[in-house]
């Protein structure tokens, strides 16, 4: 006779038989007998969205946390709307024009269209929810499915939404507008419909980010057809990324407007740059003596629990995993000491930048530098393998509780050298610090160490400015998070610039 724990790992393998390539598995109730189900959800595997349909769950995750939810969100919709409409349904244009735009933040609701559908409310875990509506959609050849999950294209896209969309998701909207190398496809939808408003308002939106050879295409063409096109901004600020055009990546442009968008939120609430310090050596003596605190708080906020003695034996030589077991096991003590070596190479860098070369060449040469040594601890402890010092991720990640879901292993590949260029030509220090940080953060190109890695790139480029270390203490921790969960979901990083300049003037 099987034992319960025999039993539970047969309802966990038929479990595993609905998991995507993510590890993610969305169940029907009719997918798994009724005695699998019940084990499952009785030992905290499966989770409840709505009657009769599950995602599954960590057994360890506390009652009201978001992470299983967000993380299934998407492919979720995906199962479940499939399965109500088949090929009858997208999302609405809008939304549709934000997944273009490489945008996968959960959205509090979400709008779908189907000729199938009945105008209903569908509330789900967390406060988000879906709406269908009974609409019309786009013919298949005007559609596009994007992840099992059916959009407007592109271009019908642009051609269906309103004057509000570029107003209220301004970095989606530019993101897509880069997307579009010629105005041909535009002007089909643009003419067979007798849209002059919309070519209008497409015509100042191509201007407004410098791309006035479409602009004009497509006021000219519409008016040798005979229609009478006023043009008209639909955006609030000009903010041209002509420089950008040939970049094919949307999660590349994307990265590249956000900086564009994001550098005057800085410049108006970070302290000014001091310039570079003329003491190289004090300078890197006050870093060095920041290690101890900055050690504590930085790996603190990553849920690690170091004390100071721990970080001090690290510093003295005292860690010793060849003959202390505790060491050579400890999972906090990998952490603190691969902190310590790899603090060690960001001091390297720092003091490059003090001496003169440019601050985005050196982290981009660095940073993988940084990365290796902040784990090789665990590697050679046996506690990782050799290959996860490679580099960038092949898999895809997600931040404990949040509705941004990071980039796709191909996009960071896209992303991380426009954010190094970025580094490269910016001119203001303060800029460089504070997006860098961010921008990483939002790619988030390493399986782990993400966090450690942008405080490190913080602190880097403070240096090109003559700003001192600072710290982020863990005790500020929640506000911290919630102001790079509104900077990545809502788009506006004003809370985040003023809680770094804070730490500035204590």
């Known amino acids: 006779m099987a034992t319960p724990s025999e039993k539970l790992a047969q309802s966990l393998e038929e479990m595993k038989n609905l998991q995507n390539d993510k590890g993610i598995a969305v169940v029907k109730a009719n997918d798994l007998s009724r005695t699998h189900k019940d084990r499952l959800l009785k030992n905290g595997f499966l989770r409840e969205v709505l009657r009769g349909w599950y995602i599954s769950k960590r057994p360890d995750e506390e009652p009201g946390d978001t992470t299983s939810w967000y993380m299934s969100f998407w492919h979720f919709t995906a199962v479940y ?8 349904w997208c999302l609405s244009p809008e939304q549709s024009l934000s997944l273009h735009s490489g945008n996968f933040s959960v959205p509090r609701q979400l709008l779908i269209r189907s000729p199938k559908a009945s105008n209903n409310n569908i509330s789900l875990l967390h406060g988000t929810s879906f709406f269908d509506l009974k609409l019309d959609i786009p013919d298949i050849n005007s559609r596009i499915t994007i992840n099992n999950i059916q959009l407007f294209s592109l271009n019908d896209g642009l ?5 509000d969309f570029f107003t209220r998701y301004p970095t989606d909207a530019r993101t897509c507008l880069s997307m579009v190398k010629d105005a041909s496809l535009l002007l089909r939808k643009l003419l067979d419909n007798g849209k002059s408003v919309v070519a209008g308002r497409l015509a100042g939106a191509f201007r407004n980010i410098g791309n006035n ?10 008016k040798s057809a005979g229609y009478d096109v006023r043009e008209v901004d639909p955006f609030t600020e000009k903010l041209p990324i002509v420089e950008n055009r040939n970049v094919v990546s949307p999660y590349a442009n994307r990265i590249a407007l956000m900086w564009n968008q994001f550098r005057r939120t800085v410049l108006d609430n970070f302290p000014e740059t001091k310039g570079l310090p003329s003491d190289i050596e004090k300078y890197l003596k006050s870093v060095e003596e920041s290690y101890a605190e900055d050690a504590y708080h930085s790996l603190s ?3 690690y629990r170091v004390t100071n003695e721990l970080i001090e034996r690290v510093r003295s030589g005292n860690w010793n995993p060849d003959a202390n077991e505790a060491d050579r096991n400890e999972r906090n003590a990998m952490a603190a000491r691969g902190y310590y070596l790899a603090f060690q190479e ?10 003169g070369e440019n601050a985005g060449d050196v982290v981009d040469n660095d940073l993988g530098t940084w990365y290796r040594e902040l784990f090789a601890p665990s590697v050679t402890a046996g506690l990782l393998k050799a290959s996860d010092l490679a580099g960038y991720r092949i898999g895809q990640v997600y931040i404990k509780g949040s509705k941004h879901t990071p980039l796709n292993p191909e996009a960071v590949r896209d992303a991380m050298p426009i954010l190094f260029d970025l580094l490269r030509k910016e001119k203001e220090p303060g800029v460089r610090a504070v997006l860098g940080h961010f921008v990483l953060v939002y790619i988030h190109p390493y399986m782990d160490g993400n966090g450690r890695i942008g405080r490190f790139l913080f602190n880097t480029m403070l240096a090109s400015g003559g700003y001192p270390w600072t710290v982020i203490p863990v005790e500020k921790r929640h ?13 506006d990083i004003t809370d985040f610039v003023k809680f770094l300049a804070s730490l500035l003037s204590v």
């Open 213 to 222: 050879k479409i602009a004009d295409e497509i006021i000219k063409t519409m």
């Open 159 to 163: 051609t269906a939404v309103g004057a």
């Open 301 to 303: 906020i990553e849920g």
């Open 479 to 491: 506000e911290y998070m919630a102001a790079l969960e509104k900077a990545s979901v809502e788009q």
């Open 81 to 88: 709307i499939n399965s109500r409409f088949g090929n009858e």
């Open 346 to 355: 960001v001091k390297s860098s720092i003091r490059k930048i003090l001496e």
